[in-house]
C-alpha cells in the first residue's frame, strides 16, 4: 500500500467513528492512533435525557422509569421493574441486527480502503508511465484505463515491467527521435489492448538498450582520449 492509500484508509475509519486521531505537538511530533471498539456515530456516552449512560447506548435510547433509593441504590418499596420475555427477545433481536449493522460497516470500510488503495496506484503508476512515455496522452485518461486493469486484477508491476520493456525498445528506433515519437502507440490504447502481454516479453529490448548506451559511453571515451592525445602532440 502506498502511503496516500494508508493516509486515505485511516481518513475513512477516522470519519466512521472506528478511529481515534490525536495528532502530536511540535517538529517531531507523533500522532497517538486509538481504535474504538464501538462507533461514535449514532452512539453517545452520555445520554442527553438521563445523564450517563453505559458506552454504545443510543442517544434516543428510553427507559422504564423506576425511583431510586439514593442510599441503597434500590427501588424503592411498591415500586417494581419487570422486564417480560418479550423484552428480552427485543433487545436480543436489537443486539443482532446491530451486530450485523457494525459487520456490515467494517466491509464498507474494507472495500473502501481497497477502492482508495487502488485510485492511489493508479494515480501514482498513471503518473509515472506518462513522464516515460514518448508520445504524451491525456493523463485522466491514462489513469482511468489503469484503474481499469488494476480493477480486473492485473499486477501495477507487470504494467510497469511491459511498458519499461516496449518504451526501451522504440528508443532503439534508428529513424530517430521524431520516429520514435511517431510510431509509439497512445499509452491510453497501449493499455486498453493490453499490449504490455507481448512487450514484457521482451528481455531482448532491455538488453539491447543496455548495451547500446554502453556502446555511446565508450564512443564517448574514445573521442575524448583522442582529443587528449592530439593537445598533447601539438604541445611538444
Known amino acids: 500500500m502506498t502511503e496516500r492509500g494508508a493516509r486515505a484508509v485511516i481518513r475513512r475509519l477516522e470519519a466512521a467513528g472506528w478511529l481515534s486521531v490525536e495528532t502530536g505537538g511540535g517538529r517531531a511530533g507523533r500522532s ?3 481504535i474504538n471498539s464501538e462507533r461514535a456515530s449514532g452512539f453517545c456516552a452520555i445520554n442527553p435525557e ?8 443510543p442517544c434516543t435510547e428510553t427507559r422504564n422509569e423506576t425511583t431510586e433509593n439514593s442510599e441503597r441504590n434500590d427501588p424503592k ?19 443482532t441486527h446491530q451486530s450485523r449493522a457494525n459487520a456490515a460497516t467494517v ?6 480502503a481497497a477502492d482508495g488503495e487502488i485510485l492511489d496506484e493508479a494515480a501514482d503508476l498513471a503518473e ?6 514518448p508520445k504524451k496522452s491525456r493523463k ?3 489513469e482511468a484505463v489503469i484503474r481499469a486493469a488494476l480493477e480486473r486484477g492485473v499486477s501495477g508491476e507487470t504494467i510497469a515491467r511491459g511498458a519499461a520493456a516496449y518504451v526501451a525498445d522504440r528508443k532503439l528506433d534508428d529513424r530517430g527521435p521524431r520516429a520514435v515519437v511517431h510510431y ?7 493499455i486498453e489492448e493490453e499490449q504490455w502481454l507481448s512487450s514484457i516479453d521482451l528481455p ?3 538488453r539491447r538498450a543496455f548495451e547500446a548506451e554502453k556502446a555511446d559511453r565508450e564512443i564517448t571515451a574514445r573521442a575524448a582520449e583522442e582529443l587528449t592525445s592530439r593537445r598533447t602532440a601539438k604541445i611538444f
Not at 509515472?128 to 512515455?133: F, I, K, S, T, V
Request: aromatic share 10%; glycine share 10%.
Open 50 to 57: 438521563r445523564g450517563s449512560a453505559p458506552t454504545g447506548t
Open 77 to 95: 418499596p411498591g415500586t417494581t421493574f419487570r422486564r417480560t420475555q418479550k423484552n428480552k427477545e427485543e433487545q436480543g433481536r436489537g443486539g
Open 204 to 206: 531482448e529490448a532491455e
Open 128 to 133: 509515472m508511465l506518462w513522464q516515460w512515455w
Open 32 to 34: 497517538n492512533y486509538q
Open 184 to 190: 509509439t502507440t497512445p499509452l491510453e490504447r497501449w
Open 140 to 142: 485522466p485518461k491514462v
Open 107 to 112: 466491509e464498507v470500510l474494507q472495500a473502501d
